[in-house]
């Protein structure tokens, strides 16, 4: 064998993302990944949490195989590898099952990948994606293959307003259906109540079915439609034939909004966000794509981020819906509602607007006087960014963003509950954070409650301490808000 042969190797790369990971509490094995190489020998990934840890093992079916070497890592965000692992592969046959032995490859503690501090990296858009490549060492020649698994955790959600009117003078209960699936989900039904005349108390009530994971998050809005009391938590409703209540952590006390009435109780209506997610930790669907050799980084193909620039960037060819939806908004044609701005109307179209956020539905579904009025005055943004928020209602598409205009859409999608243009916002704030915006980036994430978001400022603060420490911005920060800035050094000097 020639010194050539001897050092040559073949590389099988295997990535798989797991979509909604948050949500996956079984067990999960991937589809199966048949390599080229290796002579039609069968593997499979399997993923699960046991004992604060997630467990990554590798198996397969056939009997007999070359000696193969692993490397496995977890991939960021960005595409680098982290938290890696590599050894040979050790498998032993089970022959009274007819298997062969899983082997563990990689594992890690969850407080890595969920804690606030690196969630982001690991699970950005709640997505973990895991690199496994199998090495064949002194082949005859030096070959590559790849292939892409993609699997998605299926998962129920509802994001929507609740509104409870005349809230001090009448009220006594009030309770919302989310959604009935027999069999699995049961019924599901948000209630609200006051307890002793005093604490407000919101429960997620069950009836029967299987075992479920859920999630919830409840703001309190005030007048402008802005978050200003938060409470989430997360809850596993058992296998059960009998009802289950999950009480939620408290929110407000009854007497905190007789007090503040004026801004959060606008005309007796007390608003609330809510956030739902279930799921019964299954897969909903998986797919495996080989690719060719000329696509050098599949993960980089694959990034939703850069996804996203390419789609909300795209130019639409003519007819396509967008570009007649685009076209009655710059009309106004058989508009029906108004939005002013500084000196600027915005004709706009009700049932469109409601489609697209859950705050216009609900202020055009109750008996809110902005719809007798049949319009809305917008006071705490300009027209320029109002004009921004409505053409990606209308069409799907965003032209030319800045770190200035992005902040500014990033507070209306949240103030308005469009989720999708708020994840495109953070994720173009993200790949732009920079010593000289970090300060803003921070306060915007406070302002908005924003944990996840706060997280990564105050990592990012952290890294370049000794410049942004020293900045005009960081001296104005603690001047305009000492809380904030004592709560970022303390995470600086905890994470040393």
């Known amino acids: 064998m020639s010194d050539a042969s001897s050092v040559a190797v073949k590389v099988f790369t295997m990535t798989w993302k797991i979509k ?9 094995t991937s589809p199966p990944v048949t390599p080229s190489l290796f002579n039609g020998e069968t593997f499979n990934l399997l993923i699960d949490q046991y004992d604060n840890k997630i467990r990554i093992r590798i198996a397969t079916y056939n009997r007999l195989f070359s000696p193969l070497d692993y490397e496995v890592a977890l991939l960021t965000s960005d595409g680098s590898p982290e938290l890696s692992k590599e050894g040979p592969l050790e498998f032993r046959f089970n022959r009274t099952w007819n298997y062969q032995e899983k082997v563990e490859i990689l594992v890690v503690p969850t407080g890595v990948i969920y804690g606030e501090k690196r969630r ?53 209960g009030g309770s919302v259906h989310l959604f009935t699936i027999e069999n699995t989900y049961g019924r599901l039904e948000l209630r609200l109540s006051i307890k002793l005349e ?45 009802r289950q209540t999950w009480p939620l952590p408290p929110l407000i006390n009854k007497s905190e909004l007789v ?6 109780l606008p005309n007796y209506v007390l608003s609330l966000k809510c956030e739902f997610g279930a799921s019964l930790g299954t897969v909903n669907d998986s797919e495996t794509i080989t690719f060719p050799k000329e696509f050098i980084s599949i993960s980089k193909y ?39 701005v ?39 943004m300009d027209a320029d960014t109002i004009r921004r928020f409505l053409i990606y209602l209308y069409s799907d598409t965003i032209d030319d963003l800045t770190m200035e ?36 980036f921070l306060i915007l994430a406070d302002q908005h409650q924003d944990d996840e978001l706060k997280a990564v400022a105050q990592d990012y603060i952290s890294k370049h301490n ?25 995470e600086i000097c905890l994470n040393k």
């Open 342 to 380: 500084d000196s600027e109307v915005f004709p706009v179209h009700k049932v469109l607007l409601a489609a697209r956020s859950p705050v216009f539905n609900a202020m055009f579904t109750n008996d809110y006087k902005e719809t007798s009025s049949g319009q809305v005055l917008i006071s705490d």
């Open 198 to 242: 005093e604490r407000i108390i919101i429960e997620m009530h069950r009836d029967k079915g299987e075992k479920i994971f859920s999630t919830l998050k409840i703001s309190l809005l005030d007048a402008d439609g802005v978050a200003r009391r938060m409470t989430s938590d997360s809850f596993f409703f058992e296998k059960s034939e009998t």
């Open 466 to 490: 000794s410049e942004i420490l020293r900045s005009e911005d960081w001296q104005n920060l603690e001047k305009s808000n000492h809380l904030l800035a004592l709560e970022t050094l303390r």
């Open 302 to 340: 694959f990034d939703d981020s850069e996804f996203s620039k390419r789609k909300v960037n795209s130019k639409l060819p003519s007819g396509f819906l967008q570009n007649d939806l685009r076209c009655i908004l710059d009309t106004g044609s058989l508009s029906d509602f108004k939005l002013k």
């Open 20 to 28: 909604n990971f948050s949500y996956l509490w079984q067990s999960l």
């Open 259 to 264: 007090a503040s009435k004026s801004q959060l």
């Open 405 to 440: 205009n992005a902040t500014k859409l990033y507070f209306v999608a949240d103030k308005y509950g469009v989720l999708c243009l708020k994840e495109i916002c953070v994720s173009f704030l993200k790949d732009n954070l920079s010593s000289s915006s970090a300060c803003s």
């Open 120 to 172: 982001d990296d690991f699970l950005p858009h709640d997505a973990l994606t895991i690199r496994c490549r199998l090495l064949k060492r002194k082949a005859e020649c030096s070959e590559s293959e790849e292939q892409f698994i993609g699997s998605s955790v299926g998962v129920q959600s509802k994001l929507f307003i609740w509104t409870l009117a005349d809230f001090i003078s009448s009220w006594t």
